[in-house]
């Protein structure tokens, strides 16, 4: 069965250093999401795109952290640099293009960052 | 601003005994209604989705109710087992947001053997 493949699965690093996690979604879903999941919290939307252009960056702190998406296919988050608050899993989610509307989401394993 | 709130935060029974979690939202203009599951450490699995003109989703021993007026749904899980342990998540999509959840921050259950 087709998944969403993220890496790497954990990730610590000290503060003001530079991060970076990988998504590749599954093959043709032009929709991907990164979510930020804060422990005991539910995941919320980072950045969203639609092939390779950004639909919706309204909660991503644009000041650390960036997002591309360069062939419309795998994508890659940063953060630089991080900051204790960033601890966090970073959850990578992708949809098919008739099913984009309907919030139908396949979500990967995620990425578990602990800033030191 | 859509909320959406999972109460209680956690919840232990035994196992066998039937599982009720609630999830309300305050903003009824919405286009379906999901819950996930998520194990520890992982990403979510969809386990039911309910369309806002539904009233409820069935899958084995899962069953989810929505109201959406009162801004509430319920996910039923009957005969709980270990294996069933996890956090439950719901999410709300509100209709013109192009595929964008809204989460609750979940009910973390544990079934006792």
């Known amino acids: 069965e087709a998944e969403v493949a993220q890496s790497p699965r954990y990730k610590i690093t000290e503060k003001s250093q530079a991060v970076a996690f990988w998504c590749d979604p599954i093959?043709?879903?032009?929709?991907l999401y990164w979510y930020r999941q804060i422990l005991g919290q539910g995941p919320e939307l980072l950045v969203q795109?639609?092939?390779?252009?950004?639909?919706?960056d309204s909660q991503l702190p644009k000041d650390r952290f960036s997002a591309e998406r360069l062939k419309g296919v795998d994508s890659t988050l940063k953060i630089q640099p991080a900051e204790l608050g960033d601890s966090a899993m970073y959850l990578c989610?992708?949809?098919?293009?008739?099913?984009?509307?309907?919030?139908?989401?396949?979500f990967g394993e995620g990425s578990r960052l602990t800033v030191l | 601003k859509q909320e959406v709130t999972q109460i209680p935060a956690a919840l232990s029974v035994p196992e066998g005994e039937n599982l009720v979690l609630n999830c309300s939202f305050t903003?009824?203009?919405?286009?379906?209604l999901q819950w996930f599951r998520q194990d520890p450490g992982k990403g979510l699995t969809s386990l039911l989705l309910?369309?806002?003109?539904?009233r409820e989703q069935t899958s084995g021993r899962l069953n989810a109710s929505l109201d959406k007026s009162s801004g509430r749904s319920t996910l039923y899980i009957a005969a709980s087992q270990p294996g069933d342990s996890a956090t439950y998540l719901c999410?709300?999509?509100?209709?013109?947001?192009?595929?964008?959840?809204?989460f609750g921050a979940g009910t973390q259950v544990v079934v006792t053997p």
């Open positions: 989610a992708s949809s098919s293009p008739g099913t984009v509307n309907t919030g139908e989401l396949f």
């Open positions: 903003d009824s203009a919405i286009y379906n």
């Open positions: 093959s043709g879903h032009a929709t």
């Open positions: 309910i369309q806002s003109s539904q």
């Open positions: 999410a709300v999509l509100q209709r013109a947001s192009w595929g964008k959840l809204q």
């Open positions: 795109f639609q092939d390779e252009s950004v639909v919706d």
